[in-house]
């Protein structure tokens, strides 16, 4: 617990290490040997974050690269917190992979126009080609993006004509 106060009284410049060591009846050696085992500690995990991140392909946040390390940390005994993880991958400038969500785009009702309703819901038939409907439906795909669907169904063989 002292040697987390002397590095932040230090690194602030407040004092100098030796006197801070001295004050606080601690060996000077002790201090840099638990600052470059801490420095190792960091270096091994940043170069594990990484590792992690690129198998992933680039996918993985925080929380699914904590739960793989703390798998290689746990029988060394050792472990990470999720806020140092996260710092170190804000160091590293590592992100996961995020897609935005679609949504649709609304119309202002000042530019659609009325259309008049020429079924009013009246959608019985006495011979094919009479009455006619048609619908659009939006389909994400994984290689080519969005592709659009558009079908047109006669009413009275309430067959698709393409």
Same mark, same amino acid.
């Given at each position: 617990?002292?040697?987390?106060?002397i590095k932040q009284e230090s690194?602030?410049?407040?004092?100098?290490?030796?006197?801070?060591?001295?004050?606080?009846?601690?060996?000077?050696?002790?201090?840099? +040997?638990?600052?470059?085992?801490?420095?190792?500690?960091? &270096?091994?995990? !940043?170069?594990?974050?990484? =590792?992690?991140? %690129?198998? *992933?392909?680039?996918?993985?946040?925080?929380?699914? /690269?904590? +739960? &793989? /390390?703390?798998?290689?940390?746990?029988?060394?005994? =050792?472990?990470?917190? #999720?806020? =140092?993880?996260? =710092?170190?991958? &804000?160091?590293?400038? /590592?992100?996961?992979?995020? +897609?935005? !969500?679609?949504?649709?785009?609304? /119309?202002?009702?000042?530019?659609?126009?009325?259309?008049?309703? %020429?079924? !009013?819901?009246?959608?019985?038939?006495?011979? #094919?080609?009479?009455?006619?409907?048609?619908?659009?439906?939006?389909?994400?795909?994984?290689?080519?993006?969005?592709?659009?669907?558009?079908?047109?169904?006669?009413?009275? *063989?309430?067959?698709?004509?393409?």
């Open positions: 617990m002292i040697y987390p106060l690194d602030v410049g407040n004092h100098t290490i030796s006197m801070m060591c001295q004050v606080l009846s601690v060996s000077r050696p002790d201090y840099y +040997r638990w600052l470059h085992k801490r420095e190792r500690e960091t &270096k091994d995990l !940043k170069e594990r974050i990484s =590792r992690i991140w %690129l198998t *992933s392909e680039k996918r993985y946040g925080a929380g699914k /690269i904590l +739960r &793989k /390390i703390l798998q290689e940390l746990v029988p060394l005994n =050792r472990t990470c917190s #999720i806020k =140092r993880l996260q =710092r170190l991958m &804000k160091q590293l400038g /590592i992100r996961s992979i995020t +897609r935005k !969500k679609w949504q649709p785009v609304t /119309i202002k009702e000042a530019t659609t126009q009325e259309r008049p309703n %020429l079924l !009013k819901q009246d959608f019985s038939t006495n011979e #094919i080609n009479q009455k006619w409907c048609a619908d659009i439906t939006y389909i994400e795909t994984q290689a080519d993006g969005w592709c659009y669907l558009s079908t047109i169904m006669d009413l009275h *063989s309430k067959m698709n004509i393409q």
